[in-house]
DNA sequence: AGCACGCCGACT
DNA sequence: GTCGGCGTGCTC
């Protein structure tokens, strides 16, 4: 008997090995085997018997029975595909760390999911949605899954579902044993991150998304895939329900909603905080608070209730100091993004640069700048201001405290009396087709973090934005329905895909000529769009790193993966390491 | 002669 | 990704 092994290898082919007699394998089991010189543990995807001659022999099982189902399998192969990685790199990240060798456990072999009946996903967005969540999984006793975007959510759900956890936060030791005891039906409910994405439940099962519009659900490296994609598939494989949860959810998702292959239970309208905004037009050089701001900052102290200031930095991209006008590509309508050494303006996504113009087109105006503020000048700036306020970026016992966006992740809903954002322009201006989406979503996070009786001030020169007015009137499908419209016009996802390709070279000459090699591979193709080719980071520094765009229709992958995969396992010589990444968060 | 380094293929 | 083979060229 031979066994087709993967590893956590960019590599796109199976090793095989000689099966010792004895030893029983299925699909879906770990193994150590020799790979190299060394024991390695890989993923047996096929059995099969045959001319074992010449083959190593597997060394041992590292459980006795599959980690993985037939159908986890066939779902990692499809994120393989889909985010043009190798199945083994897809799959190894996909599973609980393997036990000391030797260390005996008692384990169960992997639940096979019936194919139940497909019924939509659920988008829940309304205001009581976690708690619907709750009795969802309480008042039933299917087996539950529920991926969450960090281990900070991981800890907090696990509690407040009394389940099982899966994610890296918890004891290696822990994670397998809720791995196997979520697969035999021991434990009802589990809570992880997205290396729990392929655990097998016993049918039929209930899975669920938290903060479905997240990055943080694609972060860097395999498996180099949005849990929200993996996580529909799954459900779609297998017929569980799916529950994908967020107040402000992805615009790909509300266009599934849209086109009628999301359910969207209506939400009641409830009470919404006032929404203000402060025109900061020539105001802020000096002082980080506008009058607004600064009376919410009073009252809310007085009455007891702590403050957060947002601040975002400035950086990027530039915008007239008199009219607010921001310098965008005019072919992609993203910031254009100011070089490092300020002499030039490029476009992230088709690589146009041109130099930095001397006055506003709009009105003339001779001051265009990147400015922002960062929360140490802010902060400094604050305490003058209110000398006798605890102002802190820590936000344990202060009363206005200072920092970034993620200071509104995972804080309970109404716990702040006010937010402001002493610069929203610095969201606006990320050059980056979703700047007016996460936006958006942080001005909401906004006004549940402050609860119907708080004030959230906007300081910004654009206070017409889509994106504040629709905070500010609690109108989802306005916001929706203008930011579908720029992206169906620009085409941007969920119209088209984008793929970046990118080369870190060890020299420059090598880095420019892999990334043109890599372009030359993807430009034979019909039916995309191949942007030009950029250097990363400061130009003319010695540039190692250079990436270009692609876009494409829905199945690019499909599309790219007979050229780029290919050329991206071999072309890794000393030139350089090419990177593919399917569907770019930033 | 002996060894350090770096290029490059191979890993079953 | 990681390892080692082997060629080049340098040093003790």
């Given amino acids: 008997m ?13 090793f095989s090995y000689l099966v010792p007699p004895g030893l029983r394998l299925s699909r879906g089991q770990r193994v150590s085997a020799p790979l190299h010189g060394r024991q390695r543990v890989g993923l047996v995807v096929e059995l099969r018997t045959g001319d074992a001659a010449g083959l190593k022999p597997i060394q041992r099982a590292v459980e006795p029975v599959p980690i ?23 799959l190894l990240s996909l599973l609980p760390p393997p036990p000391r060798a030797g260390a005996a456990e008692p384990v169960a072999p992997a639940a096979e999911p019936h194919h139940g009946a497909a019924s939509l996903p659920e988008l829940w967005v309304g205001s009581q949605r976690e708690a619907r969540l709750v009795d969802v999984l309480a008042g039933s006793s299917d087996a539950a899954l529920l991926i969450v975007p960090d281990r900070e959510s991981a800890a907090r759900w696990a509690k407040r579902l009394d389940a ?7 004891p290696d030791a822990d994670r397998r044993a809720a791995w196997f005891a979520a697969s035999r039906g021991r434990a009802r409910v589990v ?14 099962a209930t899975v669920a998304l938290l903060d479905e519009h997240d990055a943080a659900h694609k972060p860097p490296g395999a498996p180099r895939l949005h849990s929200r994609e993996l996580i529909i598939e799954r459900a779609r494989l297998e017929g569980s329900r799916l529950l994908l949860l967020s107040p402000t959810p992805s615009v790909e998702s509300w266009w599934r909603a849209d086109s009628g292959r999301f359910l969207r239970p209506a939400p009641e309208p409830g009470p919404w905080p006032e929404i203000l905004t402060a025109d900061t037009r020539g105001i ?9 701001l600064t009376r919410a900052i009073e009252e809310m102290t007085r009455a007891g209730r702590r403050v957060a200031l947002i601040v975002t930095r400035g950086g990027a991209a530039l915008a007239c100091n008199e ?22 303006l490029g476009c992230r996504l088709c690589a146009r640069s041109e130099p930095v113009p001397d006055t506003c087109a709009g009105c003339g105006g001779h001051v265009l700048s990147p400015f922002g503020w960062d929360p140490e000048r802010v902060q400094a700036s604050v305490i003058k201001r209110f000398p006798r306020l605890r102002v802190s970026r820590d936000p344990r016992n202060a009363q206005v ?15 702040l009396g006010g937010v402001g954002f002493v610069q929203l322009d610095g969201l606006l201006r990320l050059p980056d087709f979703r700047a007016g989406e996460r936006a958006w979503q942080i001005l909401w996070a906004a006004a549940e973090a402050v609860g119907p009786r708080g004030r959230v001030v906007v300081q910004t020169l654009h ?29 941007y996802p969920p119209f088209r895909r984008l793929c970046v390709v990118s080369v870190r070279g060890r020299s420059e000459a090598g880095a420019l000529a892999l990334i043109a090699e890599a372009h030359g591979v993807v430009s034979g193709l019909s039916g995309l769009t191949v942007y030009p080719a950029a250097p990363l980071g400061a130009p003319g520094a010695r540039s190692s790193r250079w990436s270009f765009t692609i876009k494409g229709p829905t199945e690019l992958p499909r599309l790219l993966a007979p050229a780029l995969v290919p050329f991206a396992e071999r072309g890794r010589r000393q030139a350089g390491v090419v990177e593919v990444e399917m569907d770019p968060v930033s």
Avoid: M
């Fill in 463 to 491: 206070p017409e934005h889509y994106a504040v007015q629709a905070a500010r009137a609690q109108d989802r499908d306005g916001f929706y329905k203008q930011e579908l419209r720029f992206r169906a016009e620009l085409g």
């Fill in 284 to 292: 802020l050089r000096h002082h980080p608070l506008t009058l607004p």
């Fill in 2 to 14: 031979i066994a087709d092994v993967v590893f956590d290898l960019p590599l796109h082919h199976p």
């Fill in 323 to 344: 009219c607010g006008l921001l310098l965008r590509c005019p072919e992609c309508g993203i910031a254009l993004a100011l070089s490092r050494d300020r002499q030039t």
């Fill in 164 to 170: 099982a956890r899966l994610d890296s936060g918890a």
């Fill in 401 to 415: 405290v200072v920092g970034t966006p993620t200071l509104l992740r995972n804080i309970p809903p109404g716990s």
């Fill in 191 to 204: 809570v992880g991150a997205r290396s729990a994405l392929l655990v097998p439940l016993p049918p039929p």
């Fill in 68 to 90: 993985l189902s037939a159908a986890a399998l066939a779902l990692g192969r499809w994120a393989a595909e889909e985010s043009l990685s190798s199945l083994g790199s897809t």
